[in-house]
């Protein structure tokens, strides 16, 4: 039978109690069975504080070893995890806490003013600061907990985590994913990307995100592995601690960034093992260069907040610029015809639709969105264009829907655009994604305005309040009309072709 990835974690630490789980760049380490009594107190303080199985804990904090665990003792609880962006506003917070209504909402201590009024207008009741080591009342109050705390049975079935994403239009959706989910997910990328007790994972990336809580961090746990825990990507500490290292998780921007340092050499990567990237595209030129530069050529896969991991280059044998790889084990893939449905011979592009262990259970409270994407057969409509080669290996040629993938964080157009256009002076506005060597894509607002007097400074600090640094233009285009075809549609496809060289200069 399956195994739940508390539990896995959990005979890791009895099995061997002083391999290190969470090594922290000052030199120190938490074991397998420090973080097992760690998240006892937590899983104690939780329940305290009102959690029960099923609940949702949510959590907005900065990345530390403290963060990490409650996710474990949210496992440990049988509550439902849902981690948030840590740059997201206030006004953004209340969206997701209206909806998901929490038992439980964990923020950061300097947001203590605006969180509680928030939580007092939804009516929730528990809230627990969590800031830098020691800091805050969950840590305060986890230590004055009992570490042995009941471990909730859970089936695979059980919900174990909602994270949000949305389309290009609408609300945003909570991806409510399972017990199983994770677990087979993990298991499968373990044995793919031959992980082992041996292995020490350079963690940079946030772990508000599939990538860096689900990928990273899951992996690390079915493996029985180390984690080398940063508190943020810094690419002088990457290089720092790789020699500690066996392998690198990181978004396009962490190898763009990685190049442009001078003692990033072969020498310094010989003893790594693997080096994966995901999130956002990896241009063909970054690869080539990385693998010119290393000898290593880098693991480029592909998955989704509704699915996890779907696809990856292989561990061994060619790892294609520009393609993410063959379905994985377990996972059917297939390419279907954008409006019928039916599936496409190979070699033709449409939708990416994918089946499997790992494919959620559907959107939170959203039972009609779940039945337009979520196949009664089980395939969900991944919204991805693609094609598959007569090698079997996936490319990803577009995206149905206009999503921008920055940094590795997913931009909504239609929420920039809603807060340009209200801004008086403002005729209508398109936001694109545009090709970035750092980011991925860059995003960049086109703009017709009425007022003349309006600049690209203006538009940007109209919004700037309102929206997570990553969601804000980098660039506003200013035109006396956007263009538009003969059903008065804004053609964002041909404003991207006369744009793609923005940021190349």
Known sequence: MAQDLFSIFLNRSIAAPDAPFLILPDGGAITYAQAVARSGQMANLFRASGVKPGDRIAVQVEK????????????RIGAVYLPLNTAYTAAEVRFFLSDATPALFIHRPEDEAAMAA???????????????PGEGSLPVGADAQSAQADIHPVTMDDLAAIL??????GRSKGAMLTQGNLASNSATLKD?????????????????????LFVATNITITAGSAIILLPKFDVRELIRLMPRATVLMGVPTFYSRLLGEADFTRELVAHMRLFVSGSAP?????????????GHAILERYGMTETNMNTSNPYEGDRVPGSVGFPLPGVEL??????????????EVGVIEVRGPNVFKGYWQLPEKTAEELRENGFFITGDLGV????????IVGRAKDLIICGGFNVYPAEVEALIDAIPGIAESAVIGIPHRDMGEGVVAVV?????????????GAIAGDLARFKQPRRVIFLPELPRNTMGKIQKKALRETYADLFAK
């Open 64 to 75: 530390s070893a403290d963060a990490l665990l409650t996710y474990l003792a949210s496992l």
């Open 448 to 460: 017709q305005a009425r007022d003349a007097a309006l600049d690209e400074a203006a538009v940007l």
């Open 118 to 132: 928030l939580c007092a207008d939804l009516g929730i009741a528990a809230r627990l600061t969590l800031g830098t």
């Open 388 to 395: 598959i080669d007569d090698r079997g290996y996936v490319s």
């Open 334 to 347: 297939r390419i279907a015809h954008p409006e019928t449905g039916e599936s496409l011979p190979q070699g």
């Open 164 to 169: 949000y994403t949305s389309g290009t239009t």
């Open 192 to 212: 793919y990307w031959r992980f082992s007790e041996g292995d020490v994972l350079l963690h940079a990336l946030p772990i508000f995100h599939t990538h860096g």
């Open 282 to 294: 990896l241009s063909a030129e970054t690869h080539k260069e990385f693998s010119a530069r290393t």
